[in-house]
């Protein structure tokens, strides 16, 4: 069979890693018809948005998509495009495993998370408000007088929206990953002695599903400042942990360092019978068009995708080939050597050939 998937290539080091993610994919022998979709900055010349309809059709269409990291320009006036992708197709759970790779430099070993974030709410909804606008004046008086609280006039506001069924949902989602994957624990993280109508409402509701699960998968909680520490000082007491939005985008940058860095974090984004991978980190501008970061993370994400798919054996072989050029250190990028200005580092590309040869 033959499989038809959107790769949105992405922009900087996008279609570099996106390209080498691609290849490996083809190598294993699945069969994939890639239909290519645009997004992102470069384009808006040509289509007047970052985020053509054509490519959420694309994507709504095949339902997998694969894809490279996305610019967000700061300060300018679009938002980002990888959010606009989640919210347009709800795609309301971010999975990211972060996992030991032997080989890897890295302070820790054994390190075995897997964080779930809620990828729709919080303060990454995206309502904002302005400093000195008008809505935002009237916002600022509407505040004091209904919440009885000050704020200072040259504010800027944020609306951080938690919902019950949100919450419900990817904490439901949590929970079936956990039993899918053979997981023991879920760890619910978040504020909720500070902000208790939304963080507070998040554990209220994951207490509620949790207990569907009783007896099959253990269930605690943690606040987030205390879980930062816990991960740092004792990460193997974690399996599954599951965050708000914006807790949950923080603490898997964490993760990925727990495991020697950005360059080797896969992740992928799913909603109802929608999926999109890619990898946590972003389309690091400086390193643009030069064939030179880490392919890793991205095919990674490809071997999440794999499994998504079914292709459990694919998508091992191409884990187990990633695991063993690693554990080589020989063809791998500048950042997996223990100097940053190490010359025996290869390329994106090469390392990409060398986990192809190793399949
Ligand atoms: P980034 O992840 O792009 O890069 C931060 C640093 O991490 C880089 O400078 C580099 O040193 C390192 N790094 C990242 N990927 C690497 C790789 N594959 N190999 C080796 N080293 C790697 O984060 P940033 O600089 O904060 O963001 C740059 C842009 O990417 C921003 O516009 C941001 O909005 C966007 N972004 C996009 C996504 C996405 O597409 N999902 C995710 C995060 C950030």
Redesign the pocket.
Known sequence: MTYKITLIP?D???PE?SGAARRCVDATGVKVDWEIAEAGADIIPKYGTPLPDSTLASIRKNKVAL????????GTGFR???VAIRKELDLYACLRPTKSYKGVRSKYENIDLVVVRENTEDLYAGIEFEIDKPETKELIADIERLGKKKIRPDSGISIKPISRTGSKRIVKFAFEYAIKHNRKKVTAVSKANIMKFTDGLFFDAAREVAQEYAGQIEYEERLIDNMCMQLVQKPELYDVICLPNLYGDILSDLCAGLIG????AP?ANFGEGLAVF??????????TGQN???????ILSAVLMLDYLGEKDAAKKLEKAVAKVIADGKFV???MKPSRDDPSAVS?SAMADAIIAAL
């Not at 030179?292 to 991205?298: F, S, Y």
């Open positions: 992405g900087g080091i996008g890693v894809k490279g990291p996305l610019t967000t320009p700061i980002s495009v990888n860095g950005l360059g080797i992740g890619e990898a946590i980190h972003g389309s690091a501008p400086k390193y030179k970061v880490n392919p890793t993370a991205m990028t500048y950042d994106t």
